[in-house]
């Protein structure tokens, strides 16, 4: 009977482990195909019309965040909620990414296309201080505006003297600002950790104090591609 009972106790300790081990597994995947759509959705719009002033912002900017297949539906969402990466940007530099997530009750558009992709050009460090804790609101704890396109002066508007964080969307070749206040934002532990293997911090990834996988590298190719464009 003892012996039984072992045996079945064994099964369970080892179904256990494997079922970790898979889960582990299943989000590296994840992780990597978060990283590898990011910067796909970099590569194609480069060649998005109206994308000069987006251009312009990221040169410029502390960090850029890309959340790639988020929504799908019509004007107005609800519930809305998608996962990303942020990258950080310092004399020239990237570093990270690390792994987030937004969620919102509605999310507004600007013109009537259909949301698949988010851009959001982070202006300022103290803005990109914010992705270093676990979550934070947009419009709260960090201005929020939908991104100018074409044309449109970028330079002189509030957002850009002081700091915050300017949305675009993207699909089906559409590039578009849109509006995100009252948006939430956090940090996804698990995936940092799943990518990295040795650490889950944000702060750490985002000042550069682990070392880039090579998805992550192809990413900042893609990113420089598009300002020097």
């Known amino acids: 009977m003892k012996k039984k009972i072992l045996i079945v106790a064994f099964c369970l300790v080892l179904g256990l482990v494997f079922s970790a081990q898979a889960f582990a597994d299943n989000l590296k995947e994840e992780a990597e195909t978060i990283v590898d759509k990011a910067r796909i959705v970099m590569e194609e719009v480069k060649n998005a019309p109206d994308s ?3 251009y312009d912002l990221i040169r410029q900017s502390a960090g850029v965040v890309i959340l790639p297949d ?14 990303g990466v942020v990258v950080a940007h310092k004399d020239g530099k990237w570093s ?11 999310i507004g558009f600007q013109i ?9 050009v982070v202006i300022g460090q103290n803005t990109m201080d914010s992705f270093m804790r676990s979550n934070f609101k947009l419009g ?7 991104g100018p396109v074409g044309a449109q002066a970028t330079a002189a508007t509030d957002l850009f003297l002081k700091g915050g964080i300017y949305s675009y969307s993207r ?13 939430g934002m956090g940090t996804e532990f698990d995936l940092n950790r799943a990518y990295y293997q040795t650490t889950s911090n944000p702060k750490e990834i985002l000042n550069g ?10 990413l900042f190719e893609a990113l420089s ?3 020097k464009q």
């Open 171 to 183: 699909a089906k070749g559409l590039f578009a600002g849109v509006s995100l206040e009252g948006a």
């Open 112 to 120: 009537g296309v259909q949301l698949t992709d988010l851009i959001l």
């Open 209 to 218: 104090q682990v070392e880039t996988p090579e998805s992550g590298k192809k």
């Open 140 to 146: 709260v704890d960090a201005a929020v505006a939908a």
């Open 52 to 54: 000069g002033a987006a």
């Open 225 to 227: 591609a598009f300002i």
């Open 96 to 106: 990270g990414p690390a792994f987030v997530y937004i969620g919102a009750g509605s």
């Open 70 to 83: 988020m929504f799908k539906g019509g004007f107005i969402l609800g519930g809305s909620y998608g996962k």
